[in-house]
């Protein structure tokens, strides 16, 4: 018995593999050519000045229509659009539109507004990388510090040389990095050092934490490091009132989160930036 059982269960996986694959290689296909027919869009989730409520910035955040009014998750496709090497050329676009959207801001009286683009590790491979981002900021005649790059902790711990070779020569340019979901990852505390931040970004795990009567030891810390390395900080998923305030008791700079507002299309983002109040002056 127990012998059909391991056989059953090795063709129940074995079978389990094969469609996770034909899945894999069906969603790159139909990425693909969606990317082609130029189907993705770029959202923006605001970024809260913390001391004075206004939107100082916002995050470029991809959606992939799925045909039926839905979207599929960028935490879906995002992986597979790294593993297929699609994300050299979504990165591109991204970086570009991102910039083609701060000059149209601009003409709309919001040239204070910065926007902050997620890199993967297989853009930072490519050669001609640092060009890219140096072409869409000349192309839409953007202002370099009006760009943040957003790279995760294990960005920069599957290729350090290569990352902070190009961190610094964009930093040298005026771009702003930023690290994401911080605390999540295995960063080593020594490339905190070596890479040209701008600012840390605390992960929304460490803001769900708190809790009214819990102390949230981690965002606490994670603001204190970032203060104490001279970097400013944002919280990440802010979703109530409390959360809001206690990142402000800690002295953390910004927020971002859907107490403030969800990603948004772009036309969103320009009628919600006519309005001064945002939501929590409304609640
Ligand atoms: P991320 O960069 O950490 O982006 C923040 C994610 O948190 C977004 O998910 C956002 O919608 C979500 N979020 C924001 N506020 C809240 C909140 O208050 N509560 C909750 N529960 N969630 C909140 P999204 O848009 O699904 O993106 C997921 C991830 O996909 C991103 O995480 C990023 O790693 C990746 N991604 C998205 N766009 C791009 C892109 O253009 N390039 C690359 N390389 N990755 C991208
Ligand atoms: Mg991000
Ligand atoms: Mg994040
Ligand atoms: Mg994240």
């Not at 970024?47 to 599929?72: A, F």
């Amino acid at each position: 018995r127990a012998k059909k059982k391991l056989t059953d269960n090795f063709e129940y996986y074995a079978k389990d593999i094969e469609d996770q694959t034909t899945w894999r290689l069906d969603m790159i296909r139909r990425l693909r050519s969606d990317f082609a027919a130029r189907k993705l869009e770029l959202w923006f989730q605001p970024q809260v000045d913390l001391l004075t409520d206004k939107v100082v910035g916002m995050e470029g955040l991809l959606r992939w229509p799925d045909g039926n009014g839905g979207y599929i998750s960028p935490a879906v496709f995002v992986p597979l659009a790294e593993y297929s090497g699609l994300i050299v050329d979504i990165g591109e676009w991204v970086l570009e539109e991102s910039c083609r959207r701060l000059q149209q801001l601009r003409e709309l009286g919001h040239g204070h507004l910065r926007v902050a683009v997620n890199i993967s590790i297989p853009q930072f491979r490519d050669r001609f990388f640092v060009d890219k981002v140096k072409n869409a900021l000349t192309e839409a005649d953007c202002d370099p510090s009006l760009l943040e790059l957003e790279i995760t902790e294990s960005v920069v711990m599957d290729e350090p040389q290569i990352v902070i070779d190009a961190l610094r020569v964009l930093k040298d340019y005026g771009v702003k990095i930023a690290i994401d979901d911080f605390g999540t990852g295995f960063s080593s505390m020594s490339y905190l050092q070596q890479l040209p931040l701008d600012r840390l970004k605390v992960d929304r795990s460490f803001v769900k934490d708190i809790q009214p009567g819990s102390a949230a030891v981690l965002a606490e810390t994670i603001v204190t490091l970032g203060n104490k390395l001279g970097l400013l900080t944002i919280a990440e998923g802010v979703e109530t009132r409390e959360q809001a305030i206690y990142m402000i008791k800690l002295g953390c700079d910004e927020a971002q989160g859907f107490f403030f507002a969800k990603p948004i299309p772009f036309d969103q983002l320009v009628e919600l930036l006519k309005n001064t109040r945002l939501p929590r002056d409304e609640t």
